[in-house]
């Protein structure tokens, strides 16, 4: 069965500009968490997604979003990019029950200047 | 103020020695926690999850202990080899907003 897969791996934007990135889960997975890993700050939870519903946020500003399609991939928007957006952008998957094991996908690393 | 802290930040330790790893967390309410491996350039790969009324729990080479009075847990690892040079990440689960909180990792490196 195929992992979880990120597109694209690497970005590079510069401030102001907005990205999409993208973030298909494991087959029969139907929940989508995204995080964003800094150095020194570990992993932030920003949304998950279940049956193409937010269904948790973390505190992050309105200018992250996503959505889930029917197919359970989802999308990542960020918008008028900062500096301190520069950073790896992880999804993992889950079949949805609460407490169970995550599966990550390698990520996308975006690099703002 | 943190909710998961993780000791040491850093770690080299030579190949084929043991090495423990700590965890202090003050999320409440908790119902279980895991431990991650995360490569570098990779996304983070589980390695043990413990409820909340589990002391231990192994997988492989990798001891996970678990102590929910003190809010303590620790990821031992035996034997070590050249490729568990990685991150190890600490997560705890709050029950309350239903949330896995990540603890910023001990970077272990281990040299031949």
């Known amino acids: 069965k195929a992992g979880v897969t990120q597109t694209p791996r690497y970005l590079i934007k510069t401030r102001g500009q907005q990205v999409t990135l993208s973030c298909s889960p494991i087959?029969?997975?139907?929940?989508v968490s995204w995080y964003q890993q800094t150095p020194g700050q570990g992993l932030q939870f920003l949304f998950e997604?279940?049956?193409?519903?937010?269904?948790n946020k973390g505190n992050f500003p309105g200018r992250f979003s996503g959505r889930q399609f029917s197919n359970s991939r989802s999308e990542m928007n960020v918008s008028t990019l900062e500096l301190g957006d520069s950073a790896l952008y992880l999804c993992?998957?889950?079949?949805?029950?609460?407490?169970?094991?995550?599966?990550f996908g390698p990520g996308t690393r975006l690099l703002v200047l | 103020k943190n909710q998961v802290e993780q000791s040491p930040q850093s770690l080299i330790i030579l190949e084929g020695k043991n090495c423990t790893l700590q965890?202090?967390?003050?999320?409440?309410?908790?119902?279980?926690l895991r431990w991650y491996k995360q490569d570098t350039g990779r996304g983070p790969v589980s390695l043990t999850i413990?409820?909340?009324?589990?002391n231990t729990k192994s997988n492989g080479r990798y001891t996970a202990t678990l102590d929910a009075d003190t809010k303590q847990s620790s990821l031992h690892i035996t034997a070590s080899q050249l490729s568990d040079s990685a991150s190890y990440i600490c997560v705890p689960m709050n029950t309350g907003f239903q949330k896995l909180v990540f603890g910023t990792g001990t970077r272990l490196l281990v040299s031949p």
């Open positions: 087959s029969g997975h139907r929940s």
């Open positions: 413990m409820t909340f009324s589990e």
């Open positions: 997604y279940f049956s193409e519903t937010q269904r």
């Open positions: 965890c202090n967390y003050t999320v409440s309410p908790f119902s279980n």
């Open positions: 993992a998957s889950s079949l949805g029950l609460v407490g169970e094991t995550q599966y």
